[in-house]
């Protein structure tokens, strides 16, 4: 029962910073990987920046030397610290979480919460 729970959106100036939050409960494999997407209206959804269990990151182009990820893997809990904000990234936030176990074979998991937005606008 893995629930995801966003928080910290809401609206900004150009310019300003905004910190995001997700707390993920439930039956989690410890070895994972913790993100961010986003998705504007009629936009497809997009990598933000993902976080590995072993403190490896990825991020998407429109993220690079702006937002910085970082977890604290005790809690399950993922953070994107979002700096130099802009209108276009205003869109809705959603945390993710995705796993790969060994039973007979390689099984997947992958959890997503129900986003938060974030506005960019003065």
């Known amino acids: 029962q893995v629930q995801l729970v966003e928080s910290g959106g809401g609206l900004v100036q150009p310019g300003g910073s905004l910190r995001l939050s997700c707390a993920a409960s439930g039956s989690i494999f410890s070895n994972n990987q913790m993100g961010w997407y986003r998705q504007a209206p009629g936009e497809q959804r997009e990598m933000v920046a993902t976080i590995t269990s072993s403190g490896t990151t990825n991020y998407g182009d429109s993220a690079k030397g702006r937002f910085t990820i970082s977890r604290d893997s005790a809690k399950n809990t993922v953070y994107l610290q979002m700096n130099s904000l802009k209108p276009e990234d205003t869109a809705v936030y959603y945390c993710?979480?995705?796993?790969?176990?060994?039973?007979?074979?390689?099984?997947?998991?992958?959890?997503w919460g129900q986003g938060t937005q974030v506005t960019v606008s003065s």
């Open positions: 993710n979480v995705r796993w790969s176990v060994m039973l007979a074979s390689a099984r997947g998991y992958e959890y």
